[in-house]
């Protein structure tokens, strides 16, 4: 069992920035990646980053290229979401999740253990 807990969401003006925390225990070690999902009301679950475990290497889907950046601690077990110049329509729950089996994992499939979620609200 991998456990995840995520921080950092909370209400915030277009243009200004937050960053997400999630902090991995349990059974990491067969983690290949860790993701960052958003999910909007009445929208399906959406890949917005993710970053190998080993590499570092990355990955980022086309809106929020340039503005995002995903980032890992290995020594704290944790990965983050730097999220700049927010836009309301990144208003969504965030859910950070580990992936044991493929690189890039961009489908929920593909995921294994999930954290619960923090609330973004972008203010126009």
């Known amino acids: 069992q991998v456990q995840l807990v995520e921080s950092g969401g909370g209400l915030v003006q277009a243009g200004g920035s937050l960053r997400l925390s999630c902090a991995a225990s349990?059974?990491?070690?067969?983690?290949?990646?860790m993701g960052w999902f958003r999910q909007a009301p009445g929208k399906e679950r959406e890949n917005v980053a993710a970053?190998?475990?080993?590499?570092?290497?990355?990955y980022y889907t086309g809106s929020v290229k340039g503005r995002f950046t995903i980032s890992r601690d290995n020594a704290k077990n944790t990965v983050y979401l730097q999220m700049n110049s927010l836009k309301p329509e990144d208003t969504a729950v965030y859910y950070c999740?580990?992936?044991?089996?493929?690189?890039?994992?961009?489908?929920?499939?593909?995921?294994?253990?999930w954290g619960q979620g923090t609330q973004v609200t972008v203010s126009s």
């Open positions: 349990g059974r990491t070690f067969s983690r290949v990646a």
């Open positions: 999740a580990t992936a044991s089996k493929v690189w890039v994992p961009t489908s929920t499939l593909q995921y294994d253990y």
């Open positions: 970053i190998s475990w080993s590499s570092g290497a990355t």
